[in-house]
């Protein structure tokens, strides 16, 4: 059974910094590609960025590049989202998924090529 897992949110003052984990189990090897995504209150989910976890490439979009850093353990079995220099309009809940069919480029921040799903977890950031 694939199972994805984040931790990590909480509230934090602008500026301020977290990392948020997504625990992955269940997949046989690390040819896919892993999605980070958040929802606002009556927002659309939009994708944050996404790594290769076979090779660590990673896509941001621009709202958070080079605030936020992607990266997954030498095990590859947990992917960051380390975000840095907060903003009040990066409050949301943050979801993590699994695109098993590897799809890297443009299609990591479409949340429908995503295969399986985290929980979320919530991340407030007070101005």
């Known amino acids: 059974e694939v199972q994805l897992v984040e931790s990590g949110g909480g509230l934090v003052q602008a500026g301020g910094s977290l990392r948020l984990s997504c625990a992955v189990s269940?997949?046989?090897?690390?040819?896919?590609?892993i999605g980070w995504f958040r929802q606002a209150p009556g927002k659309e989910r939009e994708g944050v960025g996404c790594?290769?976890?076979?090779?660590?490439?990673?896509l941001y979009d621009d709202s958070v590049k080079g605030r936020f850093t992607i990266s997954s353990d030498n095990g590859k079995t947990t992917v960051y989202l380390q975000m840095n220099s907060l903003k009040a309009e990066d409050t949301a809940v943050y979801y993590c998924?699994?695109?098993?069919?590897?799809?890297?480029?443009?299609?990591?921040?479409?949340?429908?090529?995503?295969?399986?799903w985290g929980q979320g977890t919530q991340v407030t950031v007070s101005s």
């Open positions: 790594v290769s976890v076979n090779n660590g490439r990673t």
């Open positions: 269940g997949l046989a090897s690390d040819d896919y590609v």
């Open positions: 998924a699994a695109d098993v069919w590897n799809h890297y480029g443009e299609r990591c921040f479409v949340f429908l090529e995503y295969d399986y």
